[in-house]
């Protein structure tokens, strides 16, 4: 390990070296010698115009720039009202420093169409326009791999795409949308080459109707492509095969496109099992969640469903631990049959076999109890998701339009788990189709330029049913008189929702807002289910307390107002929401009536104290009815050691939560950094009275006075002009109080804490070696009965090589540290990734290698309130993939 430790410290070394100390420096004035801040300075290469380096003026009207490379450039200064100028310059020696001082002339402009170019980034309104070209290094194979390089644009692990600290809300190409916030089908998928253009819309609003009237701060991407690759068919095709692993892995993917100027079709295919995920989380293409936004009535209606075989990796790239046998599909096309209609049609189809292996050893310590479970457990997860979507959307006129979106999924859930639990063999098997439809239809017209009303309805009917199976029986102390040796359950869950929305904005004098929203929505749950004990295949019993039969409407007639007021720099936002329920539940031949009204309130304030300070600060009370998940009277079955039964009576829970954050910089700035405070108090707040025995828990619902939770997070990204180098520094504290009874001891108090921070440092070289390191450190804390407390450490270090156009290669490595766990506790990962463009935009050759160590397994260490668990997961074993990508 020690090799491996001074072998990365000498990269890092000669990475820094590779660095060049030439500068060239200055300060920009205006025909009376006044500095100005915020002037775009290009560093082009004299030679072709392609960019070198970018920065802008600070307050004092002074920049610096510093290129990595010797010879002729052109030196740009553009800005808003000022008549661009291009100065010619060239560096012969590494260590040169330069310095032009320069005076822009003043320039009228029309106003209505405002551009600030550079020749690589432009500026119109709300649009940021990037050229894709001048930030690709050559080894991006698809749409996310571009958008790494892109300034100010984070890509997270699962593929989220973040803009500052904020998720963008969709990716368009040419303009239109195919999977909105499933966006990562896209940019997992299609491939990098035909792109052109990438333009980050800020303010973005999704009806066209309400852009420069709704108070919006969504961000959105659009890609735009090439010329030669509009209006015709095109596309790519990836195979990749290792005949030599253990198990033959492989991957292959297919893209065939058509962006023209009336109708769009993109189709699209992934198979693999070297643990790729092609599709992000899926439920962000079924169910996107868009919260406070107008025609959002009924997004965050969905059932919750109770039992689930899922596979729990560890906080580690996920791909490391999944047996996966992924195959996908989508289908997508825009037809605009006149000007005044659009159809978008989506057809998808994802079907995958995933295996999961883990071993885990959970040590109890609670009250005068102490024990130690073991578990040898293999997950067997087969599903086939069918999805189709189709919208519609109507421009009756200038000012009004009416859109209808309808989706379809049809899918199955089939696990089975292989496990040995303390020695014993236990056999689960849990089936569960799930069948939704959903149908929105909204109406808009805008009366002037700053008024607009939205008329929405919705209606959803979601079924999910389980049939969950074990072949042991672990209940004798529940049922000592009942001779069976294996159980089962039935599960029937069913909703029904339709709601009713009228959404008028109106825009003041001032840019003051006024929003009022008046609705109704109901909702109608079943829950029935149905506990069996068997021997085995004869039913011996249906155990009275464990049977549900349970009907819950909800009908909530609402009304919302919202006023946004504008005092020069500081805005006040007050809100106030007023709910009639009435609340009707039908339980084991019971019926309990409630109307309940409450009102919720909330106040906020945003300070923009100059360009580059913001303060944002909220305070809301929020009451909340209480859910299905929460009133079911009996036990379910919930695992195959595990029951859990809900409150059995209706409920409303009070919550208070205050809000702050501060604002430094801008994303696009070379210094950005924000910080959040959040507080929540729980005035009464579902908790758990559990009964807790080795072989099985039993947890019931119960209301519990004041939980507390606390975070706080801090980001910080600079750009160091010297080392042409971008640095990320994240902080973070939470920590969360609250009560449970455990084996029906007394009331017990748990704090639980949790605090992070770590560091990147990304480098944008134009040379032949980038690198991106960082590390994070976390520490958990847990005190009640009991104390538990661990530090964990990740750290990592990718690099590219880029030796010219044809050939680059990417070389990824991870080292992880537990502090908990007796030994092995590093574990170490390399990956690489080489291409070799055999004829350019046509054949590529690519040889792809994971896990080169060969780390078989991985263990971790979690704590809990009532104890700690040490778990082993098995990793895919080294292979490494020869790939072929052809475009056509």
Do not use: C
Not at 89 to 116: C, R, Y
Not at 654 to 668: C, E, K, M
Not at 674 to 686: A, E, I, L, Q, W
């Amino acid at each position: 390990m020690k090799i491996k430790n001074r072998l990365l410290w000498i990269v890092v070394f000669l990475l820094f070296a590779h660095v060049s100390n030439a500068q060239i420096k200055g300060k920009v004035s205006n025909q009376k010698e006044a500095p100005i801040e915020f002037v775009t300075v290009v560093l082009k290469k004299a030679n072709d115009s392609s960019f070198v380096a970018y920065t802008r003026t600070n307050e004092n009207g002074f920049y610096s720039l510093h290129p990595k490379t010797t010879g002729k450039f052109l030196l740009s200064f553009s800005f808003l009202g000022f008549a661009k100028q291009e100065i010619r310059v060239e560096v012969l020696d590494a260590n040169q420093n330069t310095n032009f001082n320069v005076i822009l002339k003043e320039e009228s402009i029309a106003l209505n169409d405002v551009i600030v170019r550079t020749e690589d980034i432009v500026q119109k309104k709300d649009t940021i326009v990037f050229n894709a070209k001048a930030f690709a290094q050559g080894n991006e194979e698809v749409v996310e791999d571009l958008l790494k390089k892109i300034p100010g644009l984070t890509i997270e692990a699962d593929g989220t795409i973040k803009v500052g600290n904020q998720e963008v809300e969709k990716v368009m190409v040419e303009g239109d949308d195919f999977f909105e916030r499933g966006y990562k089908i896209l940019t997992k998928n299609m491939p990098a080459k035909p792109i052109d253009k990438i333009e980050l819309l800020q303010n973005y609003s999704n009806n066209r109707l309400l852009k420069g009237v709704e108070q919006s701060e969504r961000i959105a991407l659009n890609l735009k492509l090439n010329d030669d690759a509009k209006h015709i068919w095109f596309g790519n095709m990836t195979l990749g095969y290792d005949a030599f692993a253990d198990q033959q892995r492989y991957f292959g993917k297919a893209n065939l496109m058509n962006f023209g100027k009336k109708n769009k079709y993109y189709f699209l295919t992934n198979f693999n099992n070297i643990g790729y995920d092609a599709t992000g989380d899926i439920n962000h293409l079924i169910r996107p969640m868009r919260s406070d936004e107008p025609s959002s009535i009924g997004d965050d209606q969905n059932i919750s469903q109770l039992i689930n075989l899922s596979a729990s990796p560890p906080n580690f790239k996920r791909s490391r631990t999944t047996f996966n046998n992924a195959k996908m599909g989508s289908l997508n096309a825009i037809f605009n049959p006149s000007e005044k209609l659009k159809i978008k049609t989506l057809g998808f189809f994802n079907g995958d076999q995933l295996d999961f292996f883990r071993n885990r050893a959970d040590n109890v310590s609670v009250n005068d109890l102490n024990f130690t479970n073991t578990e040898d457990y293999q997950l067997h997860n087969r599903s086939k998701i069918g999805f189709g979507k189709a919208d519609l959307t109507y421009n009756i006129s200038e000012s009004k339009v009416i859109e209808s979106a309808t989706k379809y999924q049809n899918a199955n859930f089939l696990s089975n788990s292989d496990l040995f639990f303390n020695g014993q063999s236990t056999i689960e098997q849990l089936d569960n189709p799930v069948e939704l439809l959903d149908q929105k239809i909204s109406y808009t017209a805008k009366f002037n330029d700053k008024r607009v009303l939205l008329l929405t309805g919705r209606f959803i009917r979601e079924t999910a049913p389980q049939n969950y199976s074990v072949n042991l029986f672990l209940f004798g102390d529940l049922f000592p008189n009942i001779n069976a040796n294996n159980v089962g359950q039935t599960l029937n869950q069913k909703m029904t929702f339709a709601g009713f929305e009228a959404h008028l904005l109106d825009r003041k004098e001032g840019e003051n807002l006024l929003e009022l929203k008046l609705g109704n929505s109901y909702r109608r749950d079943i829950l029935d289910s149905k506990f069996s004990l068997f021997e085995n295949g004869t039913l011996i019993n249906n155990p009275q307390g464990f049977q549900n039969e349970l009907t819950y409407a909800v009908n909530d007639i609402y009304a919302k107002g919202k006023y946004r007021y504008n005092l020069d720099k500081i805005a006040l936002i007050a809100n106030l929401s007023v709910h009639q329920l009435f609340n009707n539940i039908d339980q084991n031949s019971q019926s309990t009536a409630q109307q309940p009204f409450f009102v919720n309130p909330s106040l906020g304030l945003d300070w923009t104290i100059n360009k580059n300070n913001k303060i944002r600060t909220s305070y809301a009370q929020n009451r909340t009815n209480a859910e299905i998940i929460n009133l079911y009277d009996n036990f379910v079955l919930t695992g195959f050691r595990s029951f859990s039964s809900g409150l059995g009576e209706l409920s409303q829970l009070d919550a208070d939560a205050l809000f702050l954050s501060y604002q430094l910089g801008n994303w696009s700035d070379r210094f950005f950094a924000n910080t959040t405070f959040v507080y929540t108090k729980n005035r009464d707040f579902f908790s758990t009275n559990t009964l807790i025995n080795q072989n099985f828990t039993q947890s019931e619902a119960i209301i519990i006075k004041d939980r507390k939770l606390f975070n706080a997070s801090t980001s910080l990204d600079f750009f160091l002009k010297k080392l042409e180098s971008n640095v990320k520094v994240k902080l973070g504290y939470t920590q969360s109080e609250f009560k449970n009874i455990v084996n029906n001891a007394q009331l017990r108090e748990v704090n639980s804490i949790n605090y992070n921070y770590g560091m990147e440092y990304r480098t944008a070289f134009d040379g032949l070696l980038n690198f991106h390191f960082g590390s994070m450190w976390s520490t958990n804390k847990i005190e009640t009965t009991i104390r538990n407390k661990f530090t964990n450490n990740v750290s990592f270090l990718d690099m590219t090589l880029t030796f010219n156009k044809k050939l680059n290669i990417d070389v990824s490595s991870e080292r992880y540290y537990f502090g908990n766990l007796e030994k092995d506790k590093n574990y170490y990962f390399l990956d690489f990734d080489a291409r070799y463009t055999v004829k350019e935009n046509k054949l590529t050759l690519m040889l792809s290698g994971k896990n080169l160590f060969n780390t078989n397994t991985f263990r971790t260490f979690t704590i809990s309130d009532i104890g700690t668990s040490t778990t082993e997961y098995r990793l895919l074993p080294r292979f490494v993939l020869l790939k072929m990508e052809y475009r056509f």
